[in-house]
Each structure stands twice: as C-alpha cells, then as structure tokens.
C-alpha cells in the first residue's frame, strides 16, 4: 500500500517561529510537491522537486523554503512564520516519467496555525 | 485569478439524483485530472483524461475532456452519500500542472 505521510496532522506556531514540516513517501517516487490549500482558491504549488537536492519554485514561494537531501523526504521550512501561514499543508509525490500525467499521490495534509 | 474554474463551488443533492460538475480554462492542457479529497485526507485520483473528446466511465462517473483540450466535466449518475467530497481537477502543461478550487459535493440520505 503506496503511502506519503506528514510529521504532523496539527501544528500551533507564534509569529516568527520557524517551523518544519517533513514530508516522507515510500513509493522510490522522483517527483515530490508542496501544496497550501486555502478555501476558494483550491491547490496552490509552493515548491516541487523532481530529485535529491533538486528544487523549483512554483506559483508561491515567497517565504518558504524546502529540503530534500534524501529521494524520500521533502521538507517545507517556513523561515519566519507569518498569520497569513496559516492554510492546509499538502505533500504529494508522483513516478517519472512524463510526470505531469502522472497519478500525484498526497499525504494526509498538516493544518498549521500561526498565532 | 484561478487558471482552472469549477463550477458550481457548492452543490448539496439528494440521494439518487443526477449531477454534473465542471472544469473550464482559456488554456489547452496535455492532460487534465479529476481528485476527490474527503475531509481529513489529501486528494485521492480518479482519473486522468488526455485526448481531446474522450470519455471515460468509471462505474456512476462519467468524465469528459473537451475537444479543444481547454475543459473538462464530471457527471455522477444516481448519486449516494459516499460520493460526498471535494472534487478537484487539475490540468497539466508540460512539466506544470495546476488545480481548480474544487467543487464541494454533499449527498443527503
């Protein structure tokens, strides 16, 4: 059973804090995501990797940065965390070739908070 | 903007009832994706559509890409309360791919 699993299902931060989310998959998958997903505005891609120590800006990057030092770990780091943080946190993960028609599968989704 | 547009954002039918929901762009895509998240989950794929015109059945699903590549719709025949979610599509460009906001289904018993 294919499985990509989130540090953490729910996380309380202060204003500033940095803060860690870890990513991990089991498939030997290529291509790993970060999404946010905010009611109304669906899906939105922060970073994607498509090998180790690889990593490309999506369509909202700013204030985020990523990891992945290991094929089956991507980290999302949020250097300073801000309110407008907070949002649902979905990793995804997806084989190789041709990869934009490939099946992504997705994590449970980390609710974070940013106080 | 959203790249992707779902209409309706809600729909709340009865059980046993016919729908149909949908996914329109000014862009061509190569591909386009149909998810569905339940709450608590990430999206889970239902189906992946490439070629202009094609349906694809999958048991009471019917979906259809448009035949300029640019949209897509998801009809559920005789819908059961399991079929509640959020229906997600995703278009893909190349190496891109982008989602929609989703539209919210809830079937009552």
């Known amino acids: 059973d294919v499985k990509v699993t989130q540090s953490s299902r729910y996380l309380v931060k202060r204003t500033g804090e940095k803060v860690f989310l870890e990513c991990v998959q089991d498939m030997d998958h290529e291509n790993m995501f970060w999404y946010r997903q905010d009611p109304g505005l669906g899906l939105r891609l922060i970073y994607f990797s498509y090998d180790v120590k690889m990593k490309e800006k999506g369509d909202i990057p700013e204030g985020y940065s990523v990891s992945r030092e290991k094929k089956e770990r991507f980290s999302l780091i949020l250097e300073s965390a801000s309110t407008n943080q907070t949002s649902m946190y979905l990793c995804a993960s997806s084989g190789l070739a041709g990869w934009s028609y490939n099946e992504q599968f997705f994590g449970p989704g980390t609710r974070l908070t940013v106080l | 903007t959203q790249l992707l547009e779902q209409s309706p954002q809600f729909l709340s039918i009865q059980e046993g009832e016919n729908l149909t929901v949908y996914c329109n762009s000014s862009?061509?895509?190569?591909?386009l994706q149909w998810y569905r998240q339940e709450p608590g989950e990430g999206p889970v794929l239902l189906v992946t559509?490439?070629?202009?015109?094609e349906v694809k059945k999958l048991k009471r699903l019917t979906f259809q890409f448009g035949d300029a590549r640019k949209d897509s719709s998801l009809h559920i025949t005789a819908a059961q309360p399991g079929d509640t979610g959020l229906y997600l599509c995703?278009?893909?460009?190349?190496?891109?791919?982008?989602f929609g906001a989703g539209t919210r289904l809830t079937v009552k018993p």
């Open positions: 862009s061509v895509f190569s591909s």
């Open positions: 559509v490439v070629t202009g015109g």
């Open positions: 995703a278009g893909g460009r190349g190496g891109d791919m982008r």
